[in-house]
């Protein structure tokens, strides 16, 4: 049996840095056994499937390839199809009635400590908001990502210490689910 994901590649073609083209990204992963294999963007999303292994080891597995075949490190991120559904259902703000540029889903490789973005004075961002799931955080930036304060504190280290984090925007989170639908 088979199942679908999508792998979320950290920080790729991004500023003219570890440049990776897509139809490279396709091939390596058939060459890996995927099939279906898909890409979205330029910016690190590709949806295949497979009937071997975890999300840990997929990832693993990509990243290493990656490393091996281009000569940089990814971090990589891959969740299944039915994970990315259940995060779009739960998006605790009201999607419908957002621009997608204000909404953001950013995804950890695991669980995070929720007491680290409990110390997080929530006021002093407003009106920007987030809410932390299990394994992804959900952030609504009404100017966008990239004027964020918020989003800007969230990436520090202290917070996220020892766990990959990618971050995608709702359209994205929207089209990966539709993409992995099996």
């Known amino acids: 049996m088979t199942t679908m994901y999508a792998a979320l590649l950290r920080g790729i073609n991004v500023g003219g840095r570890k440049r990776l083209p897509m139809a490279d990204l396709r091939q390596l992963m058939e060459g890996l056994g995927h099939s279906g294999v898909r890409t979205h963007l330029q910016s690190g999303q590709a949806v295949f499937a497979t009937g071997h292994g975890d999300e840990e080891s997929l990832a693993a597995e990509l990243a290493q390839a990656i ?12 969740r299944d199809h039915a994970y990315l559904k259940a995060v779009a259902e739960a998006c605790p703000f009201p999607a419908d009635r957002l621009e997608p540029k204000q909404l953001h889903v950013t995804y950890f490789s695991a669980p995070v400590d929720a007491q680290r973005f409990a110390e ?15 394994r992804e955080l959900y952030l609504y930036a009404p100017d966008g990502l990239g004027r964020s304060k918020l989003a800007e504190y969230l990436a520090k280290p202290r917070i996220n210490k020892g766990v990959i984090a990618t971050t995608r925007n709702w359209n ?3 089209k990966l689910v539709e993409l992995t639908r099996e």
């Open 67 to 78: 490393e091996k075949h281009f000569g940089f490190s990814v971090d990589v991120i891959v």
């Open 120 to 134: 997080i004075d929530r006021e002093a961002y407003l009106p920007e908001e987030f809410r932390l799931g299990d």
């Open 172 to 174: 994205t989170v929207v």
